[in-house]
Nanobody, 119 residues
Framework: QVQLVESGGGLVQAGGSLRLSCAAS????????MNWYRQAPGKERELVAV???????NYADSVRGRFTISRDNAKNTVYLQMNSLKPEDTAVYYC?????????????WGQGTQVTVSS
């Protein structure tokens, strides 16, 4: 069973920065894609950032230019560097990993980490 453990959340003022980490219990090479999602109170979970096994990245328009996703294969960890934070970035942030096999995609989720941005 794969475990994903997020860390790095907290309370920060608007304009500040945080770096989230997602540590996997197995090699992240085994995942085709790793993502960061977020869910604010009363809203649906939304995809924030994506990184493929080849290192290709993509971002939601709302965070593009402010957030950076990266991976450290040696540490089996994916990061989300968040700069110029806004109150609307307040949410629980979840790490997601997807491994595609002969039976289709298998998603794995972390427990989430709270990010609160004060105005």
């Amino acid at each position: 069973q794969v475990q994903l453990v997020e860390s790095g959340g907290g309370l920060v003022q608007a304009g500040g920065s945080l770096r989230l980490s997602c540590a996997a219990s197995r090699s992240i090479f085994s995942f085709n894609i790793m993502n960061w999602y977020r869910q604010a109170p009363g809203k649906e979970r939304e995809l924030v950032a994506v990184i493929t096994s080849g290192g290709t990245t993509n971002y939601a328009d709302s965070v593009r230019g402010r957030f950076t996703i990266s991976r450290d294969n040696a540490k089996n960890t994916v990061y989300l560097q968040m700069n110029s934070l806004k109150p609307e970035d307040t949410a629980v942030y979840y790490c997601n990993a997807v491994r595609t096999g002969p039976l289709g995609p298998s998603p794995y989720w972390g427990q989430g980490t709270q990010v609160t941005v004060s105005s």
